[in-house]
């Protein structure tokens, strides 16, 4: 069986917030999972969609593979690097922000 990878990185949102909707999508259809994903109403439902549909468009372009064979072996959600900011505070103070982002992966395979 062969495996098809696609990536996204730096994305700004939560790794965690990710990991809600990833986690339903492990085994399924590659192009069911896309119909899942149209209505699910977080932001995590676009950003993990786009990646399942650059890793198909990799399968069919680079690797000559049907797309209604393929079927989501793993989604990773790692984190990645924060965006730091400061806050002003009282009496001449800053508090740090960390703004959070994502590294998403998805890894299809071809079922025969």
Known sequence: ??????????????????????????????????EVLKYQPKKAGLLISKVIKSAIANATNNNKLDEKKLTIKEVVVNEGRPLKRFKPRSRGMA?????KSAHIKVVLEEVK
Not at 2 to 28: C, D, F, H, P, Y
Not at 95 to 99: G, R, V
């Open 1 to 34: 069986m062969e495996q098809v990878i696609a990536e996204a990185k730096n994305l700004r949102i939560s790794a965690r917030k990710v990991r809600l909707v990833a986690k339903t999508l492990t085994g399924k259809k590659a192009l069911i999972s896309l």
């Open 95 to 99: 508090h740090s922000i960390l703004k």
